[in-house]
């Protein structure tokens, strides 16, 4: 965490709840003039759970870890305000009494793998992106909503609410949508910013069920007494509607102060893109499956799902079951001094979404692609992060492509940021300077949002010349080899066109 100043510089202090796909977190910002502070109150792994009816998440047990972290954020000290951000696409439905209806299932779940195909060619796929903008991904919530399992639960529901709007009404009793993440449904108009009615029948979806939008920084209600009684906290502490899509929040905080800059959120999946002010909804566009997904103030989210850091650490889920050595550091040492593209994956073939064993899938890959497999744990990393590096460079230069925008620098934020060897690869690949960091964009843009409507930050060229200002950022410059990494390029598959087979047979965000 970063550390500007003493607490006393800090007028006013706002507690994020941040929630991704293998753990949650509930950290501190306190936000002065010219001053930006964190610090990680409380960790919590967020393990899903195979039932007869599928994968699903454990989110009465998220919901107790974000009250446990926001206990330990009044034990330090005067809270302005709460602000949650999750994963996208999935949801909760409540009954007449607002008690949920099941616990809500993961996205890897693959009831929708089939389905998705089904309705998309029904609906026709061009129509669905003319509306929504959005990619074909088959977890998106419109075809979850399609899937027969659900059926019985719809129709005694009378509200849907997305994982994050679902913890904020737990918190408060106050239903909404916030915009950020109902644009990932596959329900929102991308032109209008409104609920799509004319969707939401082509799956037999009742309307009603979709709750008021909401956008970033609107107040979304105050702390229910049981709440407050066991947190610590007043009842009259606001929770306020944040970017709640956490790419959305961590595209706040990527500290862009000049034009001509891409960005490269990098997690479990890396998401790959540019902030327009419209969505582009060519067929060109919808081809080359990128999304148009709403940011703060109106913008678009540009961008395209990457299978990112999920490849890595599940290699070293699976070494460190066998016994072989698993931390990051050394591996990463031996991968830079292993032979370069010795062998290349496709990081969205479908074979990497849930295997049982990386280290076996990413060799039958390569002995598929008539490679010879790495055999060593550094030639097997050094294989994923130039894969990926490559994957970041074809969908950064067909985004520009499509947008009609020049690219000068890239912002790779999130935590694959502090990977040396993938910042310094995706500079050589891209031809481009790349700026790293911060490592914690996601909480940090929760909490400038939260900040924003507390009156402390302006717009959001303010907020980002803050991070700027006050988070390390590391430069990487292009360190030559133009001729070779296009060359590796040729040998993954070259430009874009059509939608990847990960993205045609299920993936994730």
């Known amino acids: 965490m970063t550390t500007t100043a003493t607490s006393s510089a800090f007028p006013y202090a706002f507690a994020a709840a941040d929630l991704g796909a293998t753990s949650g977190r509930v950290i501190i910002g306190r936000v002065g003039r010219g001053n930006l502070d964190l610090t990680e109150l409380h960790r919590f792994p967020n393990t899903a759970t195979r039932l007869p009816t599928g994968l699903h998440w454990n989110l009465p047990g998220l919901y107790q ?18 602000g949650i951000d999750t994963w996208a696409v999935d949801y909760g439905l409540l009954d007449a009494d607002g008690a949920l209806l099941g616990l809500p299932h993961h996205y890897r779940d693959d009831r929708t793998q089939d389905l998705a195909e089904r309705v998309r060619d029904e609906a026709g796929a061009e129509y669905l992106y003319s509306v929504t903008g959005l990619q074909h991904l088959p977890f998106n919530t419109v075809f979850q909503l399609a899937a027969a399992q659900d059926r019985a639960q719809l129709g ?10 679902l913890l904020a009404y737990w918190l408060t009793g106050a239903v909404g949508a916030e915009i950020t993440n109902a644009s990932t449904t596959g329900l929102l108009d991308a032109g209008t910013g409104t ?6 029948a082509l799956i037999g979806l009742d309307p009603r069920l979709l709750p008021p939008l909401r956008e970033p920084g609107a107040f979304a209600g105050s702390l229910l007494p049981h709440v407050a009684a066991f947190t610590g906290l007043p009842t009259t502490t606001p929770v306020v509607t944040v970017a709640s899509h956490d790419t959305a929040s961590a595209v706040v905080a990527v500290p862009a102060t000049e034009p001509g800059s891409a960005y490269i959120s990098c997690g479990t999946w890396s998401l790959a893109g540019l902030e327009l002010d419209a969505p582009v909804l060519t067929e060109e566009a919808r081809a080359a499956n990128f999304t148009n997904e709403r940011g703060i103030d109106g913008t678009i989210r540009y ?3 990457i299978m990112g850091m999920w490849l890595l650490e599940e290699c070293r889920r699976s070494w460190s079951a066998r016994g072989l050595p698993a931390d990051l550091v050394p591996l990463l040492a031996e991968a830079a001094r292993a032979e370069p593209f010795a062998a290349l994956i496709d990081p969205d073939a479908p074979e990497f979404l849930a295997p049982d064993d990386m280290p076996a899938a990413i060799a039958d890959h390569c002995a598929r692609t008539g490679q010879r497999p790495p055999t060593s744990q550094g030639a097997i990393v050094r294989c994923i992060l130039e894969s990926l590096a490559l994957a970041h460079r074809r969908v950064l230069r067909r985004a520009a492509e499509l947008a009609g925008r020049d690219i000068t620098h890239v912002h790779l934020v999130g935590g694959g940021s502090r990977n ?8 050589d690949a891209t031809g481009l300077p790349v700026v790293a960091g911060p490592t914690e964009a996601t909480a940090i843009g929760n909490i400038l949002v939260q900040a924003r409507a507390h009156g402390l930050v302006g717009d ?17 410059s292009p360190q030559g080899g133009r001729r070779a990494w296009d060359a590796a390029d040729a040998r993954v598959g070259g430009p874009l066109s059509d939608p990847d087979p990960v993205l045609e047979s299920g993936s994730t965000r």
């Not at 609920?195 to 939401?200: K, N, Q």
């Not at 959001?460 to 803050?466: G, T, Y």
């Open 65 to 82: 870890g974000v009250l446990d972290g926001l206990r330990e954020a009044a034990k330090a000290g005067a809270v302005a305000s709460i």
């Open 303 to 305: 961008l395209r799902n």
């Open 420 to 427: 040396d060897l993938l910042c310094q690869l995706t500079a």
């Open 195 to 200: 609920w799509s009615h004319d969707i939401a």
């Open 156 to 165: 005694i529901a009378k509200t849907l609410l997305l994982v994050p709007d």
């Open 460 to 476: 959001l060229a303010e907020m980002r010349r803050l991070v700027a200002d006050t988070q390390h950022l590391r430069r990487y």
